[in-house]
């Protein structure tokens, strides 16, 4: 579903964010994407998911080239950012509408889709609110029914449950499994939450400094002894929340 | 045709939110209406309604379309425009329609300031005022899409007082006040050099009932050009990668 080869970003001014990264994501895994801050997470994300260039390497995304195919990419993939993308004063319904219809949906099979996802993520009833009016978790919920309106075959999360008291992270874990074992998604995810790396995904990626430094199922990096806390101390020196900011990197 | 779908798809749904935004289309015809009740009687005294109007449509075009780039630093901000930016919707169509979406607001006011200036003693052709309007879409079209790319890149924070402040001087440099013919000479070819003098004169032109002339064709053209360079413009800032 994923496959990069050597991709790799440098910033004008010389900074190297991402340095050669290779992986691969298979169809139907949950792969957390682990990494300190300024490790160079989210200039990956952003790469994989069109909004930023390449500077090197390849990447073959939902199956098509990230550079010569990025519409086609767009098409298959859902994305939901760390900040969300809901306006504060506008109608979410109307919004997601929108959104599916940019889609190549018509108006009555989004009218329906829209419906269908708000039944699907317990947000019936709230589709005149304004994105303002909405709780932190509702807005997380329609966040992830924005990722969701085209079925995408691959989903990408860039801390999904930021600033979502428990309730609502456990919640929103549930979601995506259930996505994933009923729809068969492909979820690739960032979090700072080592917990939930631990919950939902089957396999782990970790990056350091723009490269990839391991990569395993959180069992197997844990290897029945510490915890992903100690392994991911060990592997970067650095705990998950130190170093500067990931913005922009 | 998925541009024009996409285009349209945009277009009415921020039609639909500049028109739930009532606030914003009465109080940027305030300004003008204003002008044509207080600044109008005394103008009336040296010129003419005919020369005045288009010039309040010209202030309104100015600081409608041209502060059009608010929404998108919203939008920016709020993540809504990253979200637009990962569905396969035409770059384009992402500005052409919040573009064409910000003339229908610039077409309200314009109306509305026509009627008021037909009530305060306008005598212009109806047929010279619809065509000044259609002039005043396009102008709106290049204003709008230049205020969205220039919102795209500078520092959010900085592009409310820097359009702001270049509004003005752009505005008094049109002849919107008073013609630049009574100018000076080094004030009369500093107005040549901006494109709103010569979309104003145009306008009058309209406006006195004069539609085949050699200001009009080159307000028309103008004003095209301006539209066609800034389009092509947002259209590259939409799809630079930091956008």
Redesign the interface.
């Known amino acids: 579903m994923i496959k990069t080869s050597a991709l790799s970003k440098t910033f004008p001014g010389g900074v190297e964010a991402v340095r050669g990264v290779d992986m691969a994501v298979e169809a139907g895994e949950i792969v957390g994407f682990l990494g300190p801050n300024g490790a160079g997470k989210t200039t990956t994300m952003r790469m994989l998911t069109t909004l930023l260039t390449p500077s090197g390497g390849s990447a073959t995304v939902a199956g098509h080239d990230l550079v010569t195919g990025p519409r086609e990419v767009r098409r298959r993939i859902g994305y939901v950012s760390q900040g969300g993308g809901i306006g504060p004063a506008d109608p979410v319904g109307e919004e997601l509408e929108l959104h599916a219809m940019l889609y190549g949906m018509r108006p009555a099979e989004a009218r329906e889709r829209v419906a269908e996802l708000l039944d699907l993520f317990s947000l019936t009833g709230l589709a005149d609110r304004p994105g303002g009016a909405l709780s932190g978790g509702q807005r997380r919920r329609f966040d992830l029914a924005f990722g969701l309106v085209h079925r995408p075959s691959l989903l990408f999360l860039d801390e999904p449950t930021t600033g979502l008291d428990p309730q609502s992270r456990a919640d929103l874990w549930a979601h995506i499994r259930r996505l994933r074992d009923e729809h068969g998604l492909t979820v690739f995810l960032t979090t700072h939450y080592l917990d939930e790396a631990d919950a939902l995904a089957d396999r782990l990626i970790i990056i350091d400094h723009g490269v990839i430094v391991a990569e395993g199922t959180p069992a197997g990096l844990k290897g029945g002894t510490g915890t992903l806390d100690d392994v991911f101390l060990s592997i970067t020196g650095r705990s998950l929340r130190d170093g500067t900011t990931d913005e922009g990197r | 045709m998925?541009v024009v779908r996409?285009t349209w798809?945009?277009f009415r749904?921020n039609v639909?939110?500049s028109l739930?935004q009532k606030a914003g289309i009465v109080f940027g015809v305030l300004q003008p209406l204003l002008y044509l009740a207080l600044f109008g009687p005394l103008f009336a005294t040296i010129g003419t309604w005919e020369i005045l109007v288009p010039g309040l449509l010209l202030q309104v075009a100015l600081f409608s379309a041209g502060m059009a780039g608010f929404g998108i630093v919203?939008?920016a901000r709020?993540?809504?425009l990253?979200?637009?930016?990962?569905?396969?919707?035409h770059r384009v169509a992402l500005l052409l329609g919040r573009v064409l979406g910000t003339s229908v607001t610039l077409l309200i006011q314009s109306v509305v300031l026509v009627a008021a200036g037909y009530a305060f003693g306008l005598r212009a052709p109806v047929p010279g005022a619809l065509a000044g309007l259609v002039l005043m879409i396009l102008l709106g079209i290049g204003l709008a899409a230049l205020s969205n790319a220039i919102a795209l890149t500078m520092n959010p924070d900085a592009f409310a007082p820097v359009m702001g402040t270049a509004m003005v001087p752009l505005l008094l440099l049109s002849g919107a006040f008073l013609p630049m013919s009574m100018a000076p000479g080094w004030l009369d070819a500093l107005s040549r050099v901006t494109p709103f003098r010569h979309v104003l004169e145009a306008l009058r032109e309209l406006f006195a009932g004069r539609y085949a002339t050699g200001t009009v064709a080159a307000g028309v053209a103008v004003a095209l050009a301006l539209a066609v360079a800034c389009v092509a413009v947002g259209t590259r800032v939409f799809n630079r990668?930091?956008a």
């Open positions: 998925t996409d798809l945009i749904h639909r939110i739930r919203f939008d709020s993540g809504v990253e979200r637009l930016r990962v569905t396969p919707a990668e930091n």
